[in-house]
């Protein structure tokens, strides 16, 4: 006589979710005062370009960036600031540092940035 046993599986599976990998946050007046917008974005190997919202075209005076990547030491990533839209017209400021507060950007930069690239890349 041959037992025979039903096979029963269990698949489990993982998922991890990465809300964002940068964070900028930009204001409107100096000091970090007036209104904000938040933009976001994943570790992608080619430059994520986003525009800043209508209303705060050529209004940027202050931001905060950060690489929430950071603490993972392959990953670094690089911030652009252009005074045209779809990261066009000159850039007014770069920076691959993982944190950056600009209380003020300074006059030759003040009120001209429209979009926002972040490139992030792996480190060997």
């Known amino acids: 006589m041959q037992l025979q046993l039903p096979i029963r599986s269990l698949?489990?599976?993982a998922t991890?979710?990465?809300s964002s990998a940068w964070t900028f946050t930009g204001y409107e007046?100096?000091?970090y005062g007036?209104?904000?917008f938040?933009?976001?974005g994943l570790p992608l190997p080619i430059p994520d370009c986003q525009n800043v919202p209508d209303n705060f075209k050529g209004l940027l005076s202050a931001f905060k960036?950060?690489?929430v990547m950071a603490g993972n030491e392959n990953w670094k990533c690089q911030l652009t600031l252009f005074t045209g839209s779809e990261c066009s017209g000159d850039s007014v400021y770069t920076s691959?540092?993982?944190k950056v507060d600009k209380p003020y950007v300074g006059d030759q930069y003040n009120d001209k940035t429209t979009s926002v690239e972040v490139g992030c890349f792996v480190v060997q």
């Open 65 to 67: 960036w950060e690489n």
């Open 38 to 40: 938040i933009l976001t």
């Open 29 to 31: 007046h100096v000091n």
């Open 11 to 13: 698949v489990l599976v």
């Open 16 to 18: 991890a979710t990465i």
């Open 34 to 36: 007036g209104q904000s």
């Open 96 to 98: 691959s540092s993982d």
